[in-house]
Nanobody, 120 residues
Framework: QVQLVESGGGLVQSGGSLRLSCAGS????????MGWYRQAPGKQRELVGT???????NYVASVKGRFTISRDNAKNTLYLQMNSLKPEDTAVYYC??????????????WGQGTQVTVSS
């Protein structure tokens, strides 16, 4: 059974940094586009950014210039480097595996999520 497991969440002060990881098992990581999503309390899950199987990245405007998505296919791991964090970045962060182009119109697998809390 395919598993995606996020880690690296926690509590950080405004302006701080965190790096999230998403480790995949029983999945040929390199075949998938990957995405990071987040869901704040009382809000819908939103896409944060994507990376295609060829390492092309896209970000939502609110995180552009602050967040960086990368992947290490040899380690079956996806990363989200988050800098200059703001309280509004507080959410549960999820990784997902989908179509190779990273459009995320088709999502095959989800992780279970990791909590990120940014204090003001």
């Amino acid at each position: 059974q395919v598993q995606l497991v996020e880690s690296g969440g926690g509590l950080v002060q405004s302006g701080g940094s965190l790096r999230l990881s998403c480790a995949g098992s029983r999945i040929t990581f390199s075949l998938y586009g990957m995405g990071w999503y987040r869901q704040a309390p009382g809000k819908q899950r939103e896409l944060v950014g994507t990376i295609s199987s060829r390492d092309s990245t896209n970000y939502v405007a609110s995180v552009k210039g602050r967040f960086t998505i990368s992947r290490d296919n040899a380690k079956n791991t996806l990363y989200l480097q988050m800098n200059s964090l703001k309280p509004e970045d507080t959410a549960v962060y999820y990784c997902a595996a989908g179509d190779p182009w990273g459009t995320m119109t088709r999502i095959n697998y989800w992780g279970q999520g990791t909590q990120v809390t940014v204090s003001s």
